[in-house]
């Protein structure tokens, strides 16, 4: 996965079904070093994701799903140019982690966070 550049449509199936990962609870991403960008289908492609990590991918930037009504644990290490500005539905969410990830900014939509590690992470104003 080191050469990965870009996770597109071909990720999500050829041709792409109307919601690929249905029943998806956990998703991971780990040692990407060329990975720039995440082509988002539109909303709702994993209407059953927990948890999802993105670990180690120094290059991301851009686009991430947008409405994650399940997701109950983000973790987002060593991403320094991944920029998060949107408003993400994360209804959800009880356990969200920023390491080393100075560019990411959320604007949560009722989202009541009971353990917070926001260490990285700037100040959104």
């Known amino acids: 996965m080191h050469r990965i550049t870009e996770v597109t449509e071909e990720f999500y199936g050829n041709p792409p079904s109307k919601k690929p990962f249905n029943s998806l609870e956990k998703l991971e991403f780990a040692k ?10 539109g909303n709702g492609d994993f209407p ?25 644990k983000l973790r987002i290490s060593r991403c320094p140019e991944l920029i998060l500005e949107r408003p993400i539905q994360l209804s959800s969410l009880k356990w969200f982690e920023v390491d080393d990830s100075p560019k990411v900014g959320f604007v949560f939509d009722e989202a009541e966070l009971f353990t917070s590690q926001l260490e990285g992470m700037k100040q959104i104003e």
């Open 48 to 72: 059953a994701l927990l948890d999802l990590s993105i670990d180690d991918c120094p290059k991301l930037m851009g686009t991430f799903p947008e409405n994650l009504c399940s997701l109950t």
């Open 32 to 41: 990407m070093p060329e990975w720039k960008q995440w082509h988002v289908l």
